[in-house]
Protein backbone atom coordinates (compact mmCIF):
# COMPACT_ATOMS: atom_id res chain seq x y z
CA UNK A 1 0.00 0.00 0.00
CA UNK A 2 1.57 3.93 -0.84
CA UNK A 3 1.71 6.36 1.63
CA UNK A 4 -0.82 8.89 0.51
CA UNK A 5 1.22 12.16 1.65
CA UNK A 6 4.19 10.39 -0.36
CA UNK A 7 1.75 10.33 -3.62
CA UNK A 8 0.37 13.58 -2.85
CA UNK A 9 3.93 14.84 -2.72
CA UNK A 10 4.66 13.66 -6.49
CA UNK A 11 1.29 15.13 -7.66
CA UNK A 12 2.93 18.35 -6.21
CA UNK A 13 6.12 18.13 -7.67
CA UNK A 14 4.14 17.59 -11.01
CA UNK A 15 1.29 20.41 -10.60
CA UNK A 16 4.15 22.88 -9.88
CA UNK A 17 6.65 23.02 -12.91
CA UNK A 18 3.03 22.90 -14.82
CA UNK A 19 2.02 25.80 -12.50
CA UNK A 20 4.96 27.37 -13.54
CA UNK A 21 4.81 27.19 -17.22
CA UNK A 22 1.38 28.21 -17.32
CA UNK A 23 1.38 31.53 -15.30
CA UNK A 24 2.82 34.18 -16.91
CA UNK A 25 6.25 36.28 -16.39
CA UNK A 26 5.73 38.90 -13.72
CA UNK A 27 7.18 41.53 -15.57
CA UNK A 28 6.28 45.17 -16.78
CA UNK A 29 3.73 47.81 -15.19
CA UNK A 30 1.34 44.64 -14.73
CA UNK A 31 4.61 42.74 -12.75
CA UNK A 32 2.87 43.20 -9.33
CA UNK A 33 -0.22 40.88 -10.00
CA UNK A 34 1.35 38.69 -11.99
CA UNK A 35 4.06 38.04 -8.85
CA UNK A 36 0.63 38.03 -6.68
CA UNK A 37 -1.13 35.14 -8.72
CA UNK A 38 2.60 33.22 -8.42
CA UNK A 39 2.74 33.94 -4.65
CA UNK A 40 -0.61 32.27 -4.29
CA UNK A 41 -0.22 29.32 -7.19
CA UNK A 42 3.39 28.57 -6.37
CA UNK A 43 5.45 26.35 -3.47
CA UNK A 44 2.48 25.74 -1.03
CA UNK A 45 -0.74 23.47 -0.63
CA UNK A 46 -1.45 20.17 -0.36
CA UNK A 47 -2.36 20.34 -4.44
CA UNK A 48 -5.20 17.56 -2.76
CA UNK A 49 -7.31 18.71 -5.89
CA UNK A 50 -4.92 18.26 -8.45
CA UNK A 51 -4.39 14.70 -6.66
CA UNK A 52 -7.61 13.56 -7.17
CA UNK A 53 -7.96 14.77 -10.71
CA UNK A 54 -4.76 12.89 -11.94
CA UNK A 55 -6.23 9.84 -9.93
CA UNK A 56 -9.76 10.02 -11.75
CA UNK A 57 -8.25 10.48 -14.87
CA UNK A 58 -5.48 7.39 -14.72
CA UNK A 59 -8.74 5.35 -13.62
CA UNK A 60 -9.91 5.84 -17.04
CA UNK A 61 -6.77 6.36 -18.47
CA UNK A 62 -6.89 9.76 -20.00
CA UNK A 63 -4.33 11.49 -21.86
CA UNK A 64 -1.56 12.27 -19.33
CA UNK A 65 -0.47 15.86 -20.45
CA UNK A 66 -4.03 17.38 -21.18
CA UNK A 67 -4.84 15.89 -17.01
CA UNK A 68 -1.91 17.66 -15.44
CA UNK A 69 -2.89 20.85 -17.58
CA UNK A 70 -6.51 20.47 -16.28
CA UNK A 71 -5.51 19.75 -12.78
CA UNK A 72 -3.25 23.29 -12.88
CA UNK A 73 -6.32 25.06 -14.09
CA UNK A 74 -8.31 23.70 -10.91
CA UNK A 75 -5.53 24.70 -9.19
CA UNK A 76 -5.44 27.78 -9.72
CA UNK A 77 -9.34 28.75 -9.60
CA UNK A 78 -8.78 26.56 -5.57
CA UNK A 79 -5.97 29.40 -5.14
CA UNK A 80 -7.94 31.88 -6.30
CA UNK A 81 -10.78 30.68 -3.67
CA UNK A 82 -8.31 31.08 -0.95
CA UNK A 83 -7.11 34.47 -1.55
CA UNK A 84 -10.13 35.79 -1.97
CA UNK A 85 -11.64 33.67 1.09
CA UNK A 86 -8.49 35.59 3.19
CA UNK A 87 -9.97 39.28 2.06
CA UNK A 88 -10.42 41.40 5.30
CA UNK A 89 -14.32 41.32 3.44
CA UNK A 90 -14.29 37.61 4.04
CA UNK A 91 -12.69 35.82 6.78
CA UNK A 92 -10.10 38.40 7.23
CA UNK A 93 -7.08 35.84 7.81
CA UNK A 94 -3.47 36.84 7.84
CA UNK A 95 -1.62 33.61 6.99
CA UNK A 96 -1.90 31.01 4.26
CA UNK A 97 0.49 28.00 3.91
CA UNK A 98 2.17 29.04 6.60
CA UNK A 99 2.90 32.88 4.39
CA UNK A 100 1.46 36.09 4.70
CA UNK A 101 -1.89 35.41 3.26
CA UNK A 102 -2.05 37.62 -0.47
CA UNK A 103 -3.52 40.61 0.86
CA UNK A 104 -1.02 41.15 3.66
CA UNK A 105 1.90 40.52 1.39
CA UNK A 106 0.75 42.73 -1.75
CA UNK A 107 -2.13 44.61 -0.63
CA UNK A 108 -5.94 44.13 -1.10
CA UNK A 109 -6.31 45.60 -4.21
CA UNK A 110 -3.54 43.61 -5.91
CA UNK A 111 -5.29 40.49 -4.48
CA UNK A 112 -9.02 40.86 -5.35
CA UNK A 113 -6.79 41.33 -8.98
CA UNK A 114 -4.30 38.05 -8.30
CA UNK A 115 -8.10 36.52 -7.83
CA UNK A 116 -9.82 37.17 -10.66
CA UNK A 117 -6.83 36.92 -13.03
CA UNK A 118 -6.37 33.54 -11.36
CA UNK A 119 -9.77 32.23 -12.53
CA UNK A 120 -9.76 34.00 -15.48
CA UNK A 121 -6.73 32.39 -16.83
CA UNK A 122 -7.82 28.89 -15.44
CA UNK A 123 -10.71 28.93 -18.15
CA UNK A 124 -8.22 29.59 -20.70
CA UNK A 125 -5.82 26.84 -19.93
CA UNK A 126 -9.08 24.45 -19.86
CA UNK A 127 -10.25 26.00 -23.63
CA UNK A 128 -6.71 25.22 -25.35
CA UNK A 129 -6.24 22.72 -27.56
CA UNK A 130 -3.76 21.24 -25.55
CA UNK A 131 -5.98 19.89 -22.82
CA UNK A 132 -8.20 17.83 -25.15
CA UNK A 133 -7.93 17.71 -29.18
CA UNK A 134 -11.58 16.98 -28.85
CA UNK A 135 -13.40 20.27 -28.72
CA UNK A 136 -16.27 18.56 -26.55
CA UNK A 137 -14.24 17.71 -23.87
CA UNK A 138 -13.08 20.68 -23.89
CA UNK A 139 -16.46 22.32 -23.57
CA UNK A 140 -17.83 20.36 -21.21
CA UNK A 141 -14.00 20.63 -18.92
CA UNK A 142 -14.77 24.59 -19.19
CA UNK A 143 -18.90 24.37 -18.24
CA UNK A 144 -17.82 21.96 -15.57
CA UNK A 145 -15.69 24.32 -13.83
CA UNK A 146 -17.87 27.33 -14.35
CA UNK A 147 -20.31 25.43 -12.46
CA UNK A 148 -18.49 24.41 -9.65
CA UNK A 149 -16.79 27.69 -9.68
CA UNK A 150 -19.97 29.96 -9.27
CA UNK A 151 -23.61 30.16 -7.55
CA UNK A 152 -24.04 26.78 -8.20
CA UNK A 153 -21.01 26.25 -6.09
CA UNK A 154 -18.50 27.58 -4.82
CA UNK A 155 -19.26 31.19 -4.87
CA UNK A 156 -22.82 30.23 -3.68
CA UNK A 157 -21.05 28.43 -0.58
CA UNK A 158 -19.05 31.24 0.12
CA UNK A 159 -22.05 33.52 0.32
CA UNK A 160 -24.07 31.06 2.19
CA UNK A 161 -21.02 30.75 4.66
CA UNK A 162 -21.51 34.97 5.04
CA UNK A 163 -24.93 35.61 5.21
CA UNK A 164 -26.16 36.99 8.75
CA UNK A 165 -28.80 33.65 8.69
CA UNK A 166 -26.10 31.33 8.39
CA UNK A 167 -26.76 31.24 12.53
CA UNK A 168 -29.97 29.58 11.71
CA UNK A 169 -28.75 26.52 9.34
CA UNK A 170 -29.58 23.38 10.29
CA UNK A 171 -27.63 20.05 9.68
CA UNK A 172 -29.11 19.72 6.18
CA UNK A 173 -28.44 23.76 5.39
CA UNK A 174 -25.04 23.30 6.54
CA UNK A 175 -24.00 19.68 4.19
CA UNK A 176 -25.65 21.78 1.61
CA UNK A 177 -23.26 25.04 2.57
CA UNK A 178 -20.74 22.69 2.51
CA UNK A 179 -21.38 20.88 -0.39
CA UNK A 180 -21.56 24.03 -2.42
CA UNK A 181 -17.90 25.92 -0.85
CA UNK A 182 -16.07 22.87 -0.41
CA UNK A 183 -17.29 19.98 -2.07
CA UNK A 184 -18.20 21.38 -5.53
CA UNK A 185 -14.19 21.51 -6.73
CA UNK A 186 -13.59 18.34 -5.29
CA UNK A 187 -16.12 16.60 -6.98
CA UNK A 188 -15.56 18.61 -10.36
CA UNK A 189 -11.78 17.51 -9.63
CA UNK A 190 -12.91 13.58 -10.10
CA UNK A 191 -15.38 14.46 -12.72
CA UNK A 192 -12.94 16.52 -14.84
CA UNK A 193 -11.09 13.06 -15.09
CA UNK A 194 -13.77 10.67 -16.06
CA UNK A 195 -14.56 13.53 -18.76
CA UNK A 196 -10.87 13.60 -20.04
CA UNK A 197 -11.08 9.48 -19.78
CA UNK A 198 -14.15 9.40 -21.07
CA UNK A 199 -15.57 7.56 -18.59
CA UNK A 200 -18.84 5.51 -19.18
CA UNK A 201 -22.03 7.18 -16.64
CA UNK A 202 -22.49 4.16 -14.61
CA UNK A 203 -18.45 4.43 -13.42
CA UNK A 204 -19.19 8.32 -13.64
CA UNK A 205 -21.77 8.22 -11.13
CA UNK A 206 -19.97 6.29 -9.26
CA UNK A 207 -17.03 8.45 -8.87
CA UNK A 208 -19.36 11.28 -8.00
CA UNK A 209 -20.58 9.95 -5.27
CA UNK A 210 -17.25 9.18 -4.04
CA UNK A 211 -16.37 12.78 -4.56
CA UNK A 212 -19.78 13.82 -2.82
CA UNK A 213 -18.73 11.92 0.35
CA UNK A 214 -15.32 12.97 0.53
CA UNK A 215 -15.67 16.39 -0.09
CA UNK A 216 -18.68 16.84 3.02
CA UNK A 217 -15.73 14.45 5.13
CA UNK A 218 -12.86 17.23 3.92
CA UNK A 219 -14.95 20.58 5.27
CA UNK A 220 -15.54 18.52 8.33
CA UNK A 221 -11.98 17.42 9.09
CA UNK A 222 -11.09 21.70 7.99
CA UNK A 223 -13.53 22.49 10.88
CA UNK A 224 -12.14 20.29 13.11
CA UNK A 225 -8.64 20.98 12.33
CA UNK A 226 -9.94 24.68 13.11
CA UNK A 227 -10.53 24.32 16.73
CA UNK A 228 -8.20 21.54 17.84
CA UNK A 229 -5.35 21.61 15.12
CA UNK A 230 -1.87 22.97 15.30
CA UNK A 231 -1.63 26.71 13.34
CA UNK A 232 2.08 25.63 12.48
CA UNK A 233 1.12 22.23 11.04
CA UNK A 234 -1.92 24.06 9.61
CA UNK A 235 0.06 27.12 7.83
CA UNK A 236 -3.29 29.34 8.47
CA UNK A 237 -4.82 30.45 12.08
CA UNK A 238 -7.22 28.32 14.14
CA UNK A 239 -9.88 29.56 16.31
CA UNK A 240 -11.31 31.74 13.13
CA UNK A 241 -14.78 29.79 12.93
CA UNK A 242 -15.73 30.54 16.15
CA UNK A 243 -14.82 33.90 16.59
CA UNK A 244 -16.55 34.56 12.67
CA UNK A 245 -19.48 32.49 14.14
CA UNK A 246 -19.29 30.08 10.93
CA UNK A 247 -21.66 27.42 10.85
CA UNK A 248 -19.98 24.27 10.86
CA UNK A 249 -21.05 20.44 11.67
CA UNK A 250 -18.51 21.08 14.67
CA UNK A 251 -20.77 23.58 15.73
CA UNK A 252 -23.95 22.21 15.65
CA UNK A 253 -22.86 18.60 16.29
CA UNK A 254 -20.05 18.39 18.57
CA UNK A 255 -16.43 17.26 17.95
CA UNK A 256 -17.52 13.75 18.54
CA UNK A 257 -20.40 13.81 16.37
CA UNK A 258 -18.43 15.63 13.71
CA UNK A 259 -15.73 13.42 14.04
CA UNK A 260 -18.16 10.29 13.42
CA UNK A 261 -19.64 12.07 10.68
CA UNK A 262 -16.28 13.02 8.78
CA UNK A 263 -15.75 9.10 9.74
CA UNK A 264 -19.06 7.88 8.41
CA UNK A 265 -18.89 10.18 4.95
CA UNK A 266 -15.48 8.58 4.28
CA UNK A 267 -16.71 5.28 5.18
CA UNK A 268 -19.52 5.77 1.91
CA UNK A 269 -16.81 7.45 -0.26
CA UNK A 270 -14.83 4.23 -0.32
CA UNK A 271 -18.40 1.96 -0.47
CA UNK A 272 -18.88 4.13 -3.41
CA UNK A 273 -15.29 2.54 -5.43
CA UNK A 274 -16.38 -0.98 -5.07
CA UNK A 275 -17.27 -0.98 -8.52
CA UNK A 276 -13.30 0.09 -9.76
CA UNK A 277 -11.83 -3.17 -7.72
CA UNK A 278 -8.27 -1.98 -6.81
CA UNK A 279 -7.87 0.55 -9.98
CA UNK A 280 -9.22 2.70 -7.36
CA UNK A 281 -6.80 1.91 -4.69
CA UNK A 282 -5.18 6.05 -4.45
CA UNK A 283 -8.96 7.24 -4.76
CA UNK A 284 -9.37 5.07 -1.57
CA UNK A 285 -5.89 6.02 0.00
CA UNK A 286 -6.84 9.82 -0.60
CA UNK A 287 -10.22 9.50 1.58
CA UNK A 288 -8.39 7.96 4.45
CA UNK A 289 -5.84 10.43 4.30
CA UNK A 290 -8.14 13.21 4.33
CA UNK A 291 -9.66 12.07 7.95
CA UNK A 292 -5.83 11.27 9.41
CA UNK A 293 -4.91 14.60 7.85
CA UNK A 294 -2.73 17.34 9.97
CA UNK A 295 -2.64 20.27 7.94
C1 LIG B 1 -8.54 24.89 2.22
O1 LIG B 1 -8.29 23.89 1.30
C2 LIG B 1 -9.87 25.50 1.93
C3 LIG B 1 -10.99 24.57 2.08
C4 LIG B 1 -11.79 24.34 1.12
C5 LIG B 1 -11.25 23.93 3.34
P1 LIG B 1 -6.99 22.97 1.43
O2 LIG B 1 -6.92 22.41 2.82
O3 LIG B 1 -7.00 21.98 0.32
O4 LIG B 1 -5.82 24.02 1.23
P2 LIG B 1 -4.38 23.84 0.58
O5 LIG B 1 -4.57 23.88 -0.90
O6 LIG B 1 -3.79 22.54 1.05
O7 LIG B 1 -3.61 25.03 1.06
C1 LIG C 1 -13.05 28.04 2.58
O1 LIG C 1 -13.49 27.49 3.77
C2 LIG C 1 -13.63 27.43 1.42
C3 LIG C 1 -13.25 28.12 0.18
C4 LIG C 1 -14.07 28.11 -0.79
C5 LIG C 1 -11.99 28.84 0.04
P1 LIG C 1 -12.68 28.01 5.02
O2 LIG C 1 -12.81 29.48 5.15
O3 LIG C 1 -13.03 27.17 6.19
O4 LIG C 1 -11.19 27.65 4.54
P2 LIG C 1 -9.90 27.98 5.39
O5 LIG C 1 -10.08 27.31 6.74
O6 LIG C 1 -9.79 29.46 5.48
O7 LIG C 1 -8.79 27.33 4.60
MG1 LIG D 1 -14.15 30.93 4.63
MG1 LIG E 1 -11.21 30.85 5.62
MG1 LIG F 1 -11.64 26.46 7.63
Known amino acids: MTDPSEELRRTAEAVEPALDALLPAAEGPRGRVV??????????????????????????????????RAA?????????????????????????????SVHKAFGEDIAILAGDA??????????????????????ELVAGLARAAGTAGMVGGQAIDIAPERGTLNLEGITALQEMKTGALI???????????GAAPERRDAL?????????????????????????ALG?????????????????????AARARAE??????????????????SLGQIARFVLQRRS
Do not use: W
Request: charge should be negative; proline fraction near 5%.
Open 72 to 100: AALEMVHCYSLIHDDLPAMDDSPLRRGRP
Open 236 to 256: KPVGQDEALEKATFVGLLGID
Open 264 to 281: DEVAQSLSCLEIFGESAD
Open 118 to 139: LLTEAFAVLAAPETSEDPSVRA
Open 187 to 197: AFACDAGAILG
Open 208 to 232: AGYARHLGLAFQIVDDLLDLEGDAG
Open 35 to 68: EAMRYAALGGGKRLRPHLLLCSAALFGAPQAGSL
